[in-house]
């Protein structure tokens, strides 16, 4: 099983990937831990050939589950990937779940990704690529892509399965950990 998780900045992504690859014995690829380097250093951007090797490197596996929107990492992960999982939640959700993690990060002050040093700041909540302004402003965009995404003839063989609302999400991880017991 090669699960790759997509969906709106705050939908819930990682920990539905971690859920997932705790119930079905799958190497979690958090794609952001793979892109973020130490200063809040976008890979992908700055080292792209970095960022795929890392993640080439993730996925060389059998069994993974990534999570993350880099299209980057969708080149590499789609052609391999056996489901296909969208987390298209409404709005106002994915907005009060992005809100609350920010500000759980932003008083806690950890670490988000050990050894980069990157920490949550409230100085930086109205910047263009914080995540809650990154949230609202991309929300249309991801669901026009992911739309387009899911109706793409080139993926017809992939398991794909679309939430549309969180309780969806755990009978899913159930239903997915069932079958992958079997296989």
Not at 96 to 112: F, M, N, P, T
Not at 124 to 151: G, N, S, V
Request: aromatic fraction near 8%; glycine fraction near 4%; hydrophobic fraction near 45%.
């Amino acid at each position: 099983m090669r699960v790759v998780v997509v969906g709106s900045s705050g939908s819930g992504k990682s920990t539905f990937a971690r859920h997932l690859a705790a119930a079905c014995d799958l190497a979690r690829v958090e794609l952001d831990a793979l892109n973020w380097g130490s200063d809040w250093t976008d890979r992908s951007a700055v080292d792209p050939e970095l960022f795929e090797h890392l993640v080439a490197e993730a996925i060389a596996v059998e069994r993974w589950v990534t999570d993350g929107n880099y299209r980057a990492a969708m080149v590499l992960t789609l052609p391999r990937a056996t489901h296909l999982i969208w987390l298209d939640y409404p709005r106002p959700l994915v907005m009060q779940r992005v809100i609350r993690r920010s500000l759980l990060r932003a008083l806690s002050g950890r670490e988000l990704w050990p050894g980069t040093g990157n920490r949550e700041d409230f100085r930086r909540w109205l910047d263009r690529e914080h995540p809650i302004r990154w949230a609202w402003d991309t929300f249309e965009r991801r669901r026009k892509q992911y739309e387009a995404l899911f109706a793409d003839p080139r993926l017809a063989r992939l398991d794909k399965h679309r939430l549309r609302r969180p309780r969806e999400a755990q009978p899913l991880i159930a239903r997915l950990a069932a079958e992958s017991c079997l296989g």
